[in-house]
């Protein structure tokens, strides 16, 4: 079972920050956290992981709480390209994934 | 670089029949997993390759098997059929094995092979 719990949709207004929570109070001191989206009729992407710092790449930030009992996915500038579901996931041996957020961008 | 590749795109087989998917990965990627997605069930881990060894697999059934060649292509075979098999099958590669420990989670994925059972 995955081992996150997260909102099952989101709204975001075009422009905006887009902030996608994850909970996952049961992780393990060395296990990461790992984003992909997945864009309707496509395969899922890569978005970004980290351990306990945050982490910044093109695509978004990503936040994770000093407990490392949840995170934040920021997409800082959503559009309408960014809609799709979003998985958090906690890798331990392999990867799991939830049923995701979905978020809508709004125009 | 070109991306990972997966054949056929859409594939109709009838129940009892068995169907081959074909998984190329990007280049320099030695490890292949396969995922199902259903909409009841969401995305679930098949199994993962690595260097033409499974080095792990999901719950399925024996009816979904795979294998990997020496240039790291994959294939996934599901033999017959069911109705329940209807389902978008993804292929991911990545450079080690994401079940070789931490973090080695970075996977790149296919469009997928859509899959019907009538």
């Known amino acids: 079972d995955a081992k996150t719990t997260q909102p099952p949709s989101m709204d975001c207004a075009e422009g905006r920050a887009a902030n996608l929570p994850c909970n996952h109070s049961?992780?393990?001191?060395?296990?990461?956290v790992y984003w992909y989206r997945q864009i309707h009729s496509q395969g899922p992407q890569y978005i970004i992981h980290g351990l306990k710092n945050n982490e910044t790449n093109e695509m978004a930030s990503l936040i994770i709480t000093e407990d490392r009992k949840s995170s934040t996915l920021i997409l800082p500038h959503a559009t309408l390209r960014d809609t799709a579901v979003y998985y958090c996931?906690?890798?331990?041996?392999?990867?799991?994934f939830g049923k995701g957020t979905r978020l809508h961008i709004l125009p | 670089k070109a991306g990972v590749t997966q054949t056929p795109r859409y594939l109709i087989k009838t129940r009892g029949q068995q169907v081959t998917l074909s998984c190329s990965p990007i280049s320099g990627h030695r490890s292949v997993s396969w995922y199902q997605q259903t909409p009841g069930q969401g995305l679930q881990f098949l199994f993962e390759y690595f260097s033409e060894t499974q080095r792990n697999k999901g719950n399925f059934p024996g009816r979904f098997s795979g294998r990997q060649f020496s240039n790291s292509r994959s294939e996934m075979n599901v033999s017959t059929l069911e109705l329940g098999d209807s389902a978008l099958y993804l292929c991911?590669?990545?450079?080690?094995?994401?079940?070789?420990?931490?973090?080695?989670?970075?996977?790149?994925f296919g469009p997928g092979t859509r899959l019907t059972v009538t």
């Open positions: 991911a590669s990545s450079l080690a094995p994401t079940t070789s420990g931490q973090p080695q989670g970075e996977q790149y």
């Open positions: 049961t992780i393990s001191g060395n296990e990461y």
């Open positions: 996931i906690v890798k331990d041996d392999k990867i799991i």
